[in-house]
């Protein structure tokens, strides 16, 4: 009998060491229920716009922001599935979300909007049509894990590898240069403000592409690089045209 015991509280003991295990694995930091890819949450999204009502967290890293006027009110993030933009409210949001720091945002409530073939993340869209996520919003659904100066690395491309699973990643072309010269943004005669631009670029294989530049760039009125380099930045895409926006004045020639 007293065998028979021992086994039996032997047995119990066993039992309640896994249940603990099992708690703590259920709280692991580094396993949150909900983690998601980018590219899952992007397949979350129809032809228009969709509120997220599930608990869907991501992890991602970020890789442009409005410290050089190359984005406004946004920001975009990459991890190892794709890239996505945030809509955000607010302006200086590079010291919130410097380059290369890590973020952590709870999606439950957001939404995703489809503009034009490219899926960005927000708010619910407002009567100006906009879904930028307010500052206080933003405050309850985005976390900064992990503030840092380090400047993420790009994904090495050609031209013609770019596809629909880039659209919004960190990219490097090499070996580019500009069909012309002139500034980063042309200028409105009226007005003498920059306005945006795009610009064709070509490979050596006589590969084209377009470099599209918004006329808040804070260096929209210097001149484009001449002869051939790298150029870094974010490939855009609306109604079927690719274009890559430079992000951090990712300019190597």
């Given at each position: 009998?007293?065998?028979?015991?021992?086994?039996?509280?032997?047995?119990?003991?066993?039992?309640?060491?896994?249940?603990?295990?099992?708690?703590?694995?259920?709280?692991?930091?580094?396993?949150?229920?909900?983690?998601?890819?980018?590219?899952?949450?992007?397949?979350?999204?129809?032809?228009?716009?969709?509120?997220?009502?599930?608990?869907?967290t991501?992890?991602?890293?970020?890789?442009?922001?409005?410290?050089?006027?190359?984005?406004?009110?946004?920001?975009?993030?990459?991890?190892?599935?794709?890239?996505?933009?945030?809509?955000?409210?607010?302006?200086?949001?590079?010291?919130?979300?410097?380059?290369?720091?890590?973020?952590?945002?709870?999606?439950?409530?957001?939404?995703l909007?489809?503009?034009?073939?490219?899926?960005?993340l927000g708010?619910?869209?407002?009567?100006?049509?906009?879904?930028?996520?307010?500052?206080?919003?933003?405050?309850?659904?985005?976390?900064?894990i992990?503030?840092?100066?380090?400047?993420?690395?790009?994904?090495?491309?050609?031209?013609?590898?770019?596809?629909?699973?880039?659209?919004d990643?960190?990219?490097?072309?090499?070996?580019?240069h500009?069909?012309?010269?002139?500034?980063?943004?042309?200028?409105?005669?009226?007005?003498?403000?920059?306005?945006?631009?795009?610009?064709?670029?070509?490979?050596?294989?006589?590969?084209?592409?377009?470099?599209?530049?918004i006329?808040?760039?804070?260096?929209?009125?210097?001149?484009?690089?001449?002869?051939?380099?790298?150029?870094?930045?974010?490939?855009?895409?609306?109604?079927?045209?690719?274009?890559?926006?430079?992000?951090?004045?990712?300019?190597?020639?």
């Amino acid at each position: 009998m007293r065998a028979i015991a021992y086994l039996i509280s032997a047995l119990w003991l066993l039992l309640a060491s896994g249940c603990d295990k099992a708690s703590e694995m259920a709280i692991d930091e580094e396993n949150p229920s909900g983690r998601h890819t980018i590219a899952y949450l992007k397949a979350q999204c129809g032809e228009g716009q969709t509120t997220l009502r599930e608990e869907l967290t991501l992890r991602a890293t970020v890789t442009a922001n409005d410290r050089l006027g190359e984005y406004i009110r946004a920001i975009v993030i990459e991890d190892e599935s794709g890239g996505i933009s945030i809509a955000l409210a607010g302006a200086d949001l590079y010291r919130r979300y410097p380059i290369g720091s890590r973020l952590q945002i709870y999606c439950n409530g957001l939404t995703l909007r489809n503009y034009g073939g490219r899926i960005e993340l927000g708010d619910t869209e407002n009567e100006y049509g906009q879904i930028t996520i307010s500052e206080e919003l933003a405050a309850r659904h985005i976390q900064n894990i992990a503030p840092t100066d380090r400047a993420p690395e790009p994904t090495v491309l050609t031209i013609p590898e770019i596809t629909p699973r880039h659209v919004d990643c960190y990219v490097r072309l090499d070996n580019v240069h500009f069909e012309n010269s002139g500034t980063w943004c042309d200028f409105d005669p009226e007005t003498e403000q920059p306005i945006t631009t795009e610009h064709p670029i070509f490979d050596e294989a006589g590969n084209r592409f377009t470099v599209r530049i918004i006329a808040s760039c804070h260096y929209a009125n210097e001149p484009l690089p001449e002869g051939k380099g790298s150029l870094y930045g974010i490939i855009d895409y609306f109604n079927g045209r690719y274009a890559l926006r430079i992000v951090n004045r990712g300019v190597k020639f």
